[in-house]
């Protein structure tokens, strides 16, 4: 970035060509991130909007944490500063991989019902196994319905 001093206490700065291409190249990312499914979106969870206190979220959109681990918003909401992502589970559903643990797989929770069902893809640690959702709004245990054991 370019500055330059044009009055006492006033500097225009100009973005210069690596300015543009770095932007240039985020907005790229972004939008092949928003293309992925959520075990690879996950991986790359830094790439989608960060979470903030008054922000209207719509059911379904993927947002992340100031470390870039990956949630899908459950219900439509407005969300407030003592509602954080990480202990609010109606409001928001972990999408595996954190910094912490990379090759993680959430466990399965009971949902309250539909506003925090499972969507078809998710997958979850349930009893020492990994199970996949076979359908939208899932709200049974896995191995009973709507869910297949899957190997890693």
């Known amino acids: 970035m370019r500055a330059e001093q044009i009055a006492r206490g006033v500097i225009l700065y100009e973005k210069d060509r690596y300015d543009l291409e770095q932007e240039a190249a985020l907005l790229l990312s972004r939008r092949q991130a928003a293309a992925l499914g959520d075990e690879e979106a996950a991986q790359v969870g830094a790439l989608f909007p960060e979470w903030k206190a008054g922000t209207a ?7 992340s944490d100031e470390r ?11 969300s407030q500063a003592d509602w954080p992502m990480e202990k609010t589970p109606a409001l928001y559903t972990p999408l595996g991989v954190t910094t912490e643990e990379p090759d993680a797989i959430p466990e399965w929770r009971q949902p309250a019902g539909a506003h925090d069902a499972y969507h078809k893809g998710d997958r979850v640690k349930y009893h020492g196994k990994i199970y996949e959702s076979t359908m939208d709004g899932n709200v049974w245990e896995p191995g009973v319905t709507g869910w297949i054991e899957v190997e890693l």
């Open 68 to 78: 870039g681990n990956l949630y899908r918003v459950v219900q439509n909401h407005t």
């Open 57 to 63: 979220y719509t059911a379904g959109e993927r947002i």
